[in-house]
C-alpha cells in the first residue's frame, strides 16, 4: 500500500515537474519573460558618423562596411541565441528527469 502512495506521488511530481518546465519555456518563447542570461556579450554603443562622404581608401571602406552589418545584425543577437539554446537544453533536461521519474512512478504502482 505504501509503494502505491510513493508511487503516485512520483508520478505527480515527474508531472509537475515537466508541465512547469514546458509552461516556463512556453512563456520564454512568447516574450512574457526574459530567458536566464547565461551568456553576456558586452555591447559597446559607437556614434554613427553621418554617410554623405564617399569613402576614398580600402580601409575607409572596411570601417563603412562593418558599421552597416553592426546595423543589420545586433552584436547582442549571438548572446540572446546562445542563452535561449542553453535553455532549450536544460528544458529538455528537466523533461527528460520528469519522465523518468514519473516512469519510476508508474513501475511502483504497478507492483
Known sequence: MTTKIFGWALLIVGLVIIFWTLY???NIFTGKEKAPEI???DVKKTETQTKTKIPATEEE????I??????MLPVDLFSKLLNLISQSIL????IFGG?????IGIKLIKK
Open 24 to 26: 516556463s519555456c512556453y
Open 39 to 41: 551568456f553576456k556579450i
Open 61 to 64: 571602406m572596411r570601417k563603412l
Open 66 to 71: 562593418s558599421e552597416e552589418l553592426k546595423e
Open 91 to 94: 528544458a529538455g533536461i528537466f
Open 99 to 103: 519522465s523518468q521519474i514519473s516512469q
